[in-house]
């Protein structure tokens, strides 16, 4: 399995407070995602990174930021979480924009 | 919009059977497909396809791509139960290694 790690794996947070979700890899990969997976809609991007500090929106960004300090460490942040925010979220890496890998994802539930 | 369907979206089969997946896409200036295999668990990657490498095999899974007709099947022969999964597809364009993902096909073997 590629060196991806996801935290938390879970969370359950109330409506309005502030959520954070890290990746961490240890393959030094260039490019980091991260999506989100619902029934119905399959994965779907919201932001993606290819470099340190160097991030762009996907399809879904509204209501999500991110941040890259580090080559390793891929952070989503939800400002002000909603219910419609709850989903699987799953981080993937790639060297090249070709074949991503996938961590193990975190489920996150806003009641 | 970009847009990848997947079909069907469920299938049911004996072990030993043999499936076809489909996958068809319509993304602006097409550069690969990617196939995933998703246990509840996170996506594991199957196959890339390109305009340089448009079949792939690997033991009973085999994947072609048409670029002209702008879809590619994954067939599974003499399913098992290990093969029960959902499968995903998705499409990445030349630039900004967004990947667009189908919802899946869902796979279930019955002994």
């Known amino acids: 399995d590629a060196g991806i790690t996801q935290s938390p794996r879970h969370k359950v947070t109330e409506t309005g407070t502030p959520v954070t979700l890290r990746c961490h890899q240890t393959?030094?990969?260039?490019?980091m995602y991260w999506y989100r997976q619902d029934p119905g809609h399959g994965l779907r991007l919201i932001h993606y990174?290819?470099?340190?500090?160097?991030?762009d929106k996907g399809e879904v960004s509204d209501g999500y930021s991110v941040s890259r300090s580090k080559t390793e460490d891929f952070l989503l942040t939800l400002e002000s979480a909603t219910s419609s925010q709850t989903s699987v979220y799953f981080c993937?890496?790639?060297?090249?924009?070709?074949?991503?890998?996938f961590g193990p994802g975190t489920r996150l539930t806003v009641l | 919009e970009d847009k990848v369907v997947q079909s069907p979206l469920s299938l049911v089969v004996h072990e030993g059977d043999t499936v076809t997946l489909n996958c068809s896409y319509e993304?602006?200036?097409?550069?690969?497909l990617l196939w995933y295999k998703q246990e509840k668990k996170a996506p594991t990657f199957l196959f890339m396809l390109?305009?340089?490498?448009i079949e792939k095999k690997s033991g009973r899974l085999s994947s072609i791509l048409d670029k002209k007709e702008l879809f590619s099947i994954l067939n599974i022969t003499a399913t098992q139960t290990g093969d029960s999964a959902v499968y995903l597809c998705?499409?990445?364009?030349?630039?900004?290694?967004?990947?667009?993902f189908g919802t899946g096909t869902s796979l279930t073997v019955i002994p």
């Open positions: 993937a890496i790639s060297r090249g924009g070709y074949e991503q890998f």
């Open positions: 393959e030094n990969h260039r490019y």
């Open positions: 990174s290819y470099g340190v500090k160097d991030t």
């Open positions: 993304v602006t200036n097409f550069r690969s």
């Open positions: 390109t305009s340089s490498g």
């Open positions: 998705a499409v990445g364009p030349p630039t900004g290694n967004q990947f667009y």
